[in-house]
C-alpha cells in the first residue's frame, strides 16, 4: 500500500494544521488507520486512531479535544485536524494503516510548533 502523507510545516502555539494521507487502496480495505507521532529523544506514540467501517475513534490523552481524526472514503484519504496546537505536539507524524495481519506506515510528516 502507498501512504503519501502532506500537510506538516512551522506554525506558532495556538494555530491549526491538518495533515493528509492519501492512500493507494479504498480506505474500506482496512481494518485499522491511525496517525502517530515520534518526537526526537521519544519513542513513537499513538496520536489518534480510527476504524474505516465503524468510524470508531480513540485518541491519546494529550490530544483528546484538540486533534479530530477523520476519513474521506471517496477520495481514500485519512486527516489528522490539529488544533490549538502546543510546542510539545512537535514531533514527525506517520500514517499507519493495517489490513488483517499487514501494515503499512507512511513516510512521515514534521509538525514544528513555536512558542
Known amino acids: 500500500v502507498r501512504l503519501v502523507e502532506s500537510g506538516g510545516g512551522l506554525v506558532q502555539a495556538g494555530g491549526s494544521l491538518r495533515l493528509s494521507c492519501a492512500t493507494s487502496?479504498?480506505?474500506?480495505?482496512?481494518?485499522?488507520m491511525a496517525w502517530y507521532r515520534q518526537a526526537p529523544g521519544r519513542q513513537r506514540e499513538l496520536v489518534a486512531a480510527i476504524t474505516p467501517g465503524g468510524g470508531i475513534t480513540n485518541y491519546a490523552d494529550s490530544v483528546k479535544d484538540r486533534f479530530t481524526i477523520s476519513i474521506d472514503n471517496a477520495k481514500n484519504t485519512m486527516y489528522l485536524q490539529m488544533n490549538s496546537l502546543k510546542p510539545e505536539d512537535t514531533a514527525v507524524y506517520y500514517c499507519?494503516?493495517?489490513?488483517?495481519?499487514?501494515?503499512?506506515w507512511g513516510q512521515g510528516t514534521q509538525v514544528t510548533v513555536s512558542s
Open positions: 487502496r479504498s480506505t474500506f480495505s482496512f481494518n485499522f
Open positions: 499507519y494503516v493495517r489490513s488483517g495481519l499487514h501494515d503499512d
